[in-house]
């Protein structure tokens, strides 16, 4: 079975610097990967995501995430963070031959922007 | 296009009552999914479809139960409410092999 691993609750930077948010994965063959982000109150919505092709993806409002297959993870980065991104963002993955394009999530990690 | 919508946005059961969280998406998306969100956690599959008349549990089936009459609606069913079915409840949808899409989520509070 596959599973994520969000390896901080907390992520804290100031605006203007860059910031990474870690994933890894395990899963039986090749992934598909996700990243949403989820504001208060509100459903998750997708900011990117890798398939297949170039490891750097990239995504809505400036992100993007880098796919390491020898570390398994999926780290997502911006390189200028603002106020505005901070939201709580889950890495999700998926089997590549997944039937049912069913997401396995990982605990979330809240990203804190402070001006 | 309104993509996923849910009903109700809030709702308080008493325990042992009963209810149906309705779900539909107009985008004519193959899959759909039920999901839970407990406070500070990541999400939980309780099932999932894979179209019309298909249904298969997630990973946390126990207490509900869904139906997939049609391509748009996917209803989920909570019988006999239990204070541990307390949680906030996201449905969502997808083409097949590409990204979910979320709907703005349930949430509901067993006393």
């Known amino acids: 079975a596959q599973s994520v691993a969000q390896p901080e609750d907390q992520v804290n930077v100031a605006e203007g610097n860059p910031l990474t948010v870690k994933c890894t994965y395990s899963?039986?063959?090749?992934?598909?990967l996700f990243w949403y982000v989820q504001y208060p109150n509100r459903g998750l919505q997708f900011l990117l995501k890798?398939?297949?092709?170039?490891?750097l993806v990239k995504g809505s409002y400036g992100f993007e995430a880098e796919f390491n297959k020898s570390q398994t993870s999926f780290h997502l980065k911006k390189p200028s963070a603002l106020v505005s991104d901070s939201a709580l963002y889950f890495c999700?993955?998926?089997?590549?031959?997944?039937?049912?394009?069913?997401?396995?999530f990982g605990g979330g990690t809240r990203l804190m922007v402070k001006p | 296009n309104a993509g996923v919508t849910q009903t109700p946005k809030f709702r308080i059961l008493k325990i042992g009552q009963s209810m149906t969280l309705q779900c539909t998406q107009d985008?004519?998306?193959?899959?759909m999914y039920w999901y839970r969100q407990d406070p500070g956690m990541g999400l939980k599959l309780i099932y999932y479809?894979?179209?019309?008349?298909?249904?298969d549990k997630g990973e946390v089936p126990n207490g509900y139960n869904v139906s997939r009459s049609t391509t748009e609606d996917f209803p989920l069913r909570l019988e006999l409410a239990a204070p541990s079915q307390t949680s906030v409840y996201f449905c969502a949808s997808s083409p097949v092999g590409n990204e979910q899409f979320f709907g703005p989520g349930t949430r509901l509070t067993v006393l």
């Open positions: 999700a993955v998926s089997p590549y031959n997944n039937a049912g394009n069913m997401l396995t």
């Open positions: 479809s894979v179209g019309a008349g298909i249904t």
């Open positions: 899963v039986s063959g090749n992934p598909y």
């Open positions: 890798y398939i297949t092709g170039d490891n």
């Open positions: 985008m004519n998306h193959n899959y």
